[in-house]
């Protein structure tokens, strides 16, 4: 018990029950849900498995510190007092940022800037040397979050945001965010137990994070590179330890994984990403405009996507999202159809009615995920032939 700390996972609004979920399912212990964000109790290798494996954090921090305080002296005071030179050499570097949410301070970017200096004079003090800063590659990433008068310092063991799996080099006008895209895959309960299609697929996150979810493949396997790998305490052997049991999870998919996009050069940057994903054994996408198609064979269909919004394409609403249900009314029976919109209005003019709507964010647009059941013949024949 003595190499277990607490961990803070940060995530996506609305995502937070998904969190805790993966989390316990990894092994986390002491699992706890905050607003965007989950914190839990692990040891190193537990950190480098959460960083690894789960799909819906986007940031992993290692807290080491946490004060009350009042003004600009005391949060100077308390972290010149902390003993920094188990994280960092005075040779080293370091990137710190803030989030603040106080009367006292107002501004991040400060609170940042005065967290640097008291870390940089302590080391010029003790050492005769200071580190140097730097944004891209830091020998360590120190996060500050002040709420109220409460301050909590931490280690970003991540770097990168976690979306930023590795996988995506071509993306369209408005991709989505993979941990986004791996949420509302969660969300709307497939299990890969049934094809799936996203039939505006833009370049393919939707359907790479699907896959992976159906094979259990871990989502950052292809990251280049997290933060804690350069931290002192860097443990590769173990590292590479915890990336073998996650890939001994790993199982067969048998169902078919469909993209369409009536964009040509979307379907070009998504075969890109899926190829990139190591993902072309089950997923095949074609140039194809969703309004003109129907569904083949009789197999149960899980259909999700992210629809134009308005925001990012200029286009009809009002005639687009009639026509869109429209198509999935006529030509996709036997379907569970959900998709994402920051368009409330749009939804009126689908002419469906929805079976589940979920409040989510799309960056910082205000969204819902929305299901409808598209049953085989009408509701009234479904349910009959359910009660014979």
Same mark, same amino acid.
């Given at each position: 018990m003595d190499n277990n700390y607490r961990m803070v996972a940060k995530t996506l609004y609305g995502f937070e029950d998904l969190l805790e979920r993966e989390l316990i399912q990894l092994g986390a212990m002491h699992v706890k849900k905050g607003i965007r964000n989950v914190s839990f109790v692990g040891d190193k290798g537990f950190m480098y498995k959460a960083n690894l494996g789960l799909r819906t954090a986007i940031k992993i921090l290692k807290p080491i510190h946490s004060f009350r305080v009042r003004n600009e002296k005391d949060l100077y005071k308390h972290i010149y007092d902390m003993? %920094?030179?188990?994280?960092?050499?005075?040779? @080293?570097?370091l990137a710190v940022d803030a989030t603040v949410n106080s009367k006292v301070f107002a501004h991040s970017l400060y609170i940042a800037q005065k967290t640097k200096d008291a870390i940089v004079d302590k080391f010029r003090d003790d050492h005769g040397q200071r580190p140097n800063v730097d944004l891209k590659f830091p020998d360590i990433k120190i996060h500050v979050h002040i709420d109220r008068n409460q301050c909590d310092v931490s280690l970003d063991s991540s770097g990168e945001s976690l979306h930023k799996r590795g996988y995506k080099t071509a993306t369209n006008i408005a991709p989505i965010n993979e941990v986004l895209?791996?949420?509302?895959?969660?969300?709307?309960? %497939?299990?890969?137990?049934?094809?799936?299609?996203? *039939? /505006?697929?833009?370049? @393919?996150?939707?359907?790479?994070?699907?896959?992976?979810?159906?094979c259990?493949?871990?989502? #950052?396997? /292809? !990251? =280049?590179? +997290?933060?804690?790998?350069? %931290?002192?305490? %860097?443990?590769v052997d173990l590292f590479e330890t915890i990336e073998e049991s996650l890939l001994k999870k790993t199982r067969d998919f048998h169902h078919k994984m469909i993209g369409y996009d009536k964009s040509p050069s979307a379907i070009s940057k998504a075969k890109a990403n899926i190829k990139n994903a190591h993902l072309e054994e089950f997923i095949h996408v074609q140039h194809e405009d969703f309004f003109k198609t129907q569904k083949a064979g009789e197999n149960k269909?899980? /259909?999700? +996507?992210? *629809?134009?919004? @308005?925001? !990012?394409?200029?286009?009809?609403?009002?005639? +687009?999202?009639?026509?869109?249900?429209?198509?999935?009314?006529?030509?996709?029976?036997?379907?569970d159809a959900w998709f994402i919109t920051s368009n409330l209005e749009a939804l009126k003019h689908v002419g469906l009615r929805t079976s589940k709507k979920i409040k989510?964010? #799309?960056?910082?647009?205000?969204?819902?995920?929305?299901?409808?059941?598209?049953?085989? @013949?009408?509701? =009234?024949?479904?349910?009959?032939?359910?009660?014979?």
């Open positions: 003993d %920094w030179d188990q994280y960092l050499k005075p040779s @080293g570097s895209a791996a949420g509302l895959v969660m969300l709307s309960g %497939w299990d890969g137990q049934t094809d799936f299609m996203d *039939p /505006m697929c833009g370049s @393919g996150t939707i359907l790479v994070e699907a896959a992976m979810i159906a259990n493949i871990p989502p #950052n396997l /292809m !990251r =280049k590179e +997290f933060a804690f790998e350069r %931290w002192q305490d %860097w443990d269909l899980h /259909m999700l +996507f992210n *629809p134009p919004y @308005g925001e !990012r394409l200029d286009i009809e609403m009002e005639t +687009f999202y009639k026509t869109l249900g429209d198509t999935l009314k006529h030509g996709y029976p036997g379907t989510l964010f #799309n960056a910082k647009l205000e969204s819902r995920l929305v299901k409808y059941v598209m049953y085989e @013949g009408s509701k =009234k024949a479904s349910k009959q032939n359910l009660e014979d």
